[in-house]
């Protein structure tokens, strides 16, 4: 990926959303020690899977640097990627462990930490700026998994389609111009524990996301 590809996909200084800039600022001097900034979206620059979440966790991503990284959200999604062959180990622990997906690439629809998880509208429209450009790097035919209504919203939008017209449910699969959006429920603690998403589930559509991508191969 170029370095103009980059800057267009993300700001690593980025403060369009002021309460997510003012949280992060309190965030870094109680924890000094965490990222405590945009997070960048995460593996191959050639992918022809995207995988969008929500936004950073606070000793998740926020701490790590890396989407899904360092909570619990991250294990049954890394472990499924592993299995299916896009990441080369099972487990994400840092940003330095060596860890590489193929094929693959992990974002967010808001790239900062939202106080309470739950970043506002005005935030998730500021930051689809980025999420757009990383769209537009995909090639025709690549797939796009959305984790939870907000990433596949997010993924509508900056795609400029009417949100009406694609309802969003677990496994569902929607033709969004030349490529593919696929949805799932968010692998968070609370979706799995409740029984939500099933890991049985959550693999179905993990192994549906490959088939499309070896297909168009």
Excluded: W
């Excluded at 966790?57 to 909570?71: E, I, L, Q, Y």
């Excluded at 506002?120 to 995909?138: D, K, S, Y």
Aim: aromatic residues 8%; proline residues 6%.
């Amino acid at each position: 990926m170029s370095a103009s590809e980059v800057t267009a996909t993300f700001d690593p200084k980025c403060k369009r959303c002021p309460r997510l800039s003012d949280f992060l600022h309190q965030v870094a001097s109680d924890y000094p020690d965490y990222f405590a900034r945009p997070v960048p979206a995460f593996g191959d620059p050639r992918a022809r899977l995207l995988i969008v979440g929500l936004a950073p966790g606070m000793h998740g991503a926020n701490r790590t640097g890396r989407p899904f990284t360092g909570d619990y959200a991250g294990i049954l999604l890394y472990q499924t990627l592993y299995d299916f062959g896009f990441g080369s180990r099972p487990v994400s622990e840092s940003a330095t462990d060596g860890l590489r997906l193929q094929r693959c690439r992990i974002s967010n629809a808001v790239k900062c930490l939202p106080p309470q998880n739950k970043p506002v509208g005005t935030e998730i429209r500021n930051c689809n700026v980025f999420l757009q450009a990383e769209l537009e790097a995909l090639p025709d035919k690549a797939v796009i998994l959305a984790l939870g209504k907000i990433a596949h919203d997010a993924v509508l939008r900056a795609c400029s389609q009417r949100l009406a017209a694609y309802r969003f449910a677990h496994g569902a699969e929607h033709q969004v111009g030349t490529r593919i959006l696929l949805d799932s429920y968010h692998c968070s603690r609370y979706n799995t524990q409740t029984r939500r998403l099933t890991e049985e589930m959550f693999r179905t559509v993990v192994a549906r996301a490959r088939e499309l991508i070896d297909g168009a191969s």
